[in-house]
């Protein structure tokens, strides 16, 4: 124990203390020294071929720039992950974890959080994290409501985004929630959304919730704050009022995104919603979605949150997953990611504090017209506290399976 | 050193099971000090008892495991019952291997899309027979009451039992057996039933409970085809040890106990059934009818596994068309263009995990095929014959990879491995097929290498060659075709490893199966499409290869050339 803590201490001694600017360049000089020739293993779901794609190009760039071979270890499951480092800590394996640098937010960052099985804090010893500019944007230091404290650094952002064929719902579709369900009901069997416990149809849940409760103030505190069943009541009334107009009768629901994507795509479903805002557009290019697809956010605006990078607490080569962190958040990077021909999704750097130059790196072409007009996205409602995410899970599973 | 096979290979799949089942069954009961676990309790019990659903998830596991293994092993005696030799009869016995190659997921894509409500099939009568311009709002893939499973587990099972009783079959001489029957006035098909079943049965028990057990506690053809709301039983064990919410593991683990239990509970009543049909049968039989319905029985046999093979092959075809389609929308029944843009971006990326997945399933097997060779040969010098058929038998122990499901001990297992320091490596991984590949290799080789006539090896041996080169160099030659067969088995199941390979990996080991379910995950066709393809056609490469070198070899041998 001793012996470990000793090892680590040097490099924990340094993120720490913040010394004074000349210093700690200085000491980045030797992060970058020590990262030379190390692999890093980095566990990002893997289900989509864009992002895969991407990066792949972020493994040539680490290995041109810094000498750091960067494996994708392409899971579908983040939780998968987490559930890796767990086994570990329980086996007593405390300094050779087989993963550097995990893809995660909300949950999964709590989770681990909270069992202490992530490495730092460090994302503020990374150079190009200032570029963010957290001062002023702090949901790249907010993860679902929890300060990240330097647990992870920011990569990317999302924001519930709805899309609709435009052949088939003309340029009129439902703009907020009692609009859907007036909609659902005139168009039965054309709206769906990911079966609970999925990532984004828990979303679509906090999303109804926001807009039908008087006062959404009680949502960002932990759950047990509030009397659950008092405030989540006009949410079940809305669900039992939409299910039965829902794809399937709502007795059937895609399993996630995805999914959801495809019953769009098979034309199941007329009207879907996604996280990434850069989705719809990308389908089309894909030929998976009709070029009448059209994207847009609903009036009062739609939640969104940033997704990070973290380090477990026993990888070995953190200096490298430093490293390659950094370059995630390098403008080359993110410009790059949020690419519409690569990727699409929204940069967490302030692009307007950024020197010119720079900023012309994330000029984009605004002409397709699947994609989201950039002014949408600025209206966007904070995650609630993800204690809410798991109380609403459960009891929307007790209310609507097995029934 | 022979004589080590036998307990080598016990120790090898009974060791790993056991400590992985240790692992589970502790944090059921509360027990796992990294979570924070010190002390022995109920409440993972009661938080899963209390799980919504979970009745109905066991139920549609429990049902889904008798009803499979039921309706694939009558299909398979009837069409067996029923063989006359005829083109067709020959064409879907040779249709077994490559059916048996396809993995289970992509059979299991494959049978979604034919039969989804924008499905293949749909679209083809539509909207010109149905008017249907949308896909018309009914629910038939993912059903609650697990019909979709079913089928698609049924279209898996068939091929395996097919093949298990066509490896049985031989040393009951039916030809000789229905013959008599016959001359007693026995129609063909009724003959055989009642002749030759009632024996064969007992050689083929075990493979039927693996069936039992595998269509219990499957993931993969599950999450594809399965119940949603709520899922099987294994899908909700998988969901909990991968929930963010940390003390889940506690309830997953007891999920984990609860599904051995329910499919041991499917054993047992499977068990209660034989008894049963044994009693009604003994009436049959005395009751001596000549078989009145005999075409009927033989149509039926005949046409189910026609109708099994070709959605299996027409599901694999939808995929096809898919991984290089552009737009294609319903109700069109052809793509609105064809793209090679799906191949060309997945090219890259295919390189490695392909090598990687033949590196482990050449390991796996080869291993694998010595330790065979060597416990079956250790059983021909020894003398002693194998208790066939006995439940409580050494042969059990080889079965009981399959027959415990892999998600109540997989998990235990890698903390396992990780208390005794080892690190995901490919060797690891190798060592985690050869579980469920040895099973397989030893059962696909074994009834050649017994009914392989003695007199071969004694004439050698009286000729000089000492014991050792009679098995090199007239054994093996001679078995040639059943080794590469059994070789070829072994690379398919370790080529369709998914839970395995990711856990012992680490996910660093990546295999076509892995990337292909990693993809899966976004829900792209055709990103399904090609990979389904690639993992598919690995292992068919196996069986051309079975199929093929014998013949080349041999072209001057007609009899050591293997079945045709």
Redesign the interface.
Known sequence: MSFRLLRVLPLAAMLAVPLHAASAQQEWENVLDEARGQTV?W?A?????RV??YL?WVKQRVRDEHEIEL?H????????????V????????HD?G??DLIWLN???F??MKE?DLLFGPFAEQLPNFALTFPEHNPEVVTDFTLPTEGYESPWGKAQLTFYYDAAELGEAPPRSMTQLLAWAEAN??RFTYP?I?DFLGSTFLKQALIALVDDSDALYEPVAQSDFEDVTAPLWEYLDALHPHL???G???P?????L??LM????VALAFTFNPAEPAAAVA???L?ETTRSYVLDGGTLGNVHFVAIPFNSPRRAAAMVVADFLLSPEAQARKQDISVWGDPTVLDVTRLDAETRALFEQARDNPALLAPEALTETLPEPHPSWM?ALQDAW??????? | MLRLAPWLIVILLVGPILAGLTMAVLPAFGYLPALGGHAFSLEPWRLLLAQPGLTRSVGVSFASGLITTAISLAVVLLFLAGVSGSRLDRWIRRLVAPLLSIPHAAAAFGLAFLIAPSGLLSRLVSPGLTGWERPPDVLIVQDPWGLSLMAGLIIKEIPFLLLMCLAALPQLDPERRVAMARSLGYRPTTAWLKVVTPSLYPLIRLPVFAVIAYATSVVDVALILGPTLPPTLAVSILVWFNDPDLSRRFMASAGAVLQLGVTAAALIAWWCLERLVARLGRHWLARGGRGSGDSPLRLAGKGLIGLATFTAFAGIAGLALYSIAGFWRFPDALPQGLTAAHWLRALPALAGPAATTALIAIGATLIALALTLAALENEQRTGRQPAQGRLLSALTLLYLPLIVPQIAFLFGLVVVMESLGTRPTHALVIFGHLLFVLPYVFLSLAESYRRFDPRWSQLAVSLGASRNGAFWRVRLPLLLAPLLTAAAVGLAVSIGQYLPTLLLGAGRVPTVTTEAVSLAAGGNRRVIGVWAMVQASLPLVGFVIAVGLPRLLWRNRRDMRGAP
Do not use: C, M
């Not at chain 1, 779901?45 to 071929?49: K, L, P, Q, Y």
């Not at chain 1, 270890?73 to 983040?78: A, N, S």
């Not at chain 1, 399993?255 to 999914?259: C, D, L, R, Y």
């Not at chain 1, 599973?397 to 029934?403: D, E, H, L, M, T």
């Open positions: 293993y566990h779901w893997a289900g989509d071929t895969n794609d792949e494996v270890v392409k899971i579908d499951d983040t939780g998968a992950a987490v559930s890796r767990l086994a570990e800590h329980s086996a007593g394996n050779g087989s993963i909300g949950e999964n709590a989770a069992n039965p069997g079966r416990p794809w399937r009768s007795r059937q629901f399993a996630n995104g995805p999914e994507r495809r795509a098979d034309g199941e894909d030929f998976e009709p798991t599973q007790a209310r609507y399976v097995g029934r």
